[in-house]
């Protein structure tokens, strides 16, 4: 026994790298039970926690305290999807000059808005403003022994506090969306026939053209999509916080790193998903 302790002690590295994996495993499987649980409890939440559930939708929508004097989440997402919309005007009708075929900027106003830009700039905006403050809520009740607290009372914790902010994430990612792909379209546009002269009646030819009603309903499923892993993937951080004040802070980067990672992979998968590998577009006639 002691010849092991020797040889644990000599070669510490090593023994951290083979015990790595397993922690791994075990991250993974906590969130998958988690998950599955929050999802399970969601018909209980719906019945039982009404009020709570609206309470949620609203906070989540509009932002509390100092938050919903600027408007909350809706302005941060019309903001954000805003300059981004605006940058793919100026990086498509700039790009698109160098070849002479400019007038194709409505294209891309139609094509990677809908498919790229509004999806990726919503997630992060999420997992910045709701997916955080969720983290942070159920950080400070879980270090302050809140959800104890709820449990000795009788109340469901899963229920009250994650599957009813699941239900307000889903609810209130509709509206957030369609204002999200509404002002990336407006920037684009604006940009294109205000800022670089080019012709409305242009502009608008070729943003009818490409712009396809399936590619909407696509975007709009993966951002649903988007929504569920970022509200689940912060409620899970904030729900198993320890560590006190520290720890709480800990989370919230955690979970703000994790979800753009998830952000970010939701939109490759679900692209190739969809679109596959050849985009689903003819560029002729």
């Not at 205000?194 to 608008?204: E, L, R």
């Not at 919230?252 to 952000?263: D, E, K, P």
Request: aromatic share 10%; proline share 2%.
């Amino acid at each position: 026994m002691a010849a092991t302790a020797s040889r644990q002690r000599q070669f510490p590295r090593a023994r951290k790298v083979i015990s790595t994996p397993s922690r791994s495993v075990r991250g993974l499987g906590g969130h998958g039970v988690f998950y599955w649980r929050a999802a399970r409890n969601t018909p209980h939440a719906v019945t039982a926690y009404r009020k709570e559930t609206l309470r949620l939708i609203a906070e989540i929508s509009m932002g509390s305290g100092a938050l919903a004097v600027i408007g909350g989440t809706v302005v941060i997402v019309g903001f954000m999807t805003l300059s981004g919309g605006s940058l793919v005007a100026i990086q498509g009708f700039s790009s698109l000059g160098n070849i002479g075929v400019e007038a194709l900027t409505g294209f891309f106003g139609a094509f990677i808005n809908v498919r790229i830009i509004a999806p990726v700039i919503s997630g992060i905006a999420l997992a910045a403003t709701i997916g955080a403050g969720a983290t942070a809520q159920l950080g400070a009740m879980r270090i302050s022994e809140e959800i104890d607290a709820l449990e000795v009372m009788g109340i469901k914790s899963m229920s009250y506090l994650v599957s009813t902010r699941l239900i307000g994430g889903l609810i209130s990612i509709i509206p957030l969306y369609s204002l999200a792909v509404i002002m990336s379209f407006v920037a684009t546009r604006v940009t294109t026939t205000v800022f670089y002269g080019q012709s409305s009646g242009v502009y608008d030819h070729y943003f009818a053209t490409f712009l396809r009603p399936t590619d909407l309903f696509w975007s709009f499923l993966q951002a649903i999509l988007m929504a569920i892993v970022v509200m689940l993937i912060h409620c899970y951080y904030g729900y198993t916080a320890s560590g006190g004040p520290a720890g709480v802070g800990e989370a919230v980067g955690r979970a703000v790193r994790t979800s753009l990672i998830a952000v970010v992979m939701v939109t490759l998968l679900a692209s190739l998903a969809i679109y596959g590998t050849a985009g689903n577009f003819n560029l002729a006639g």
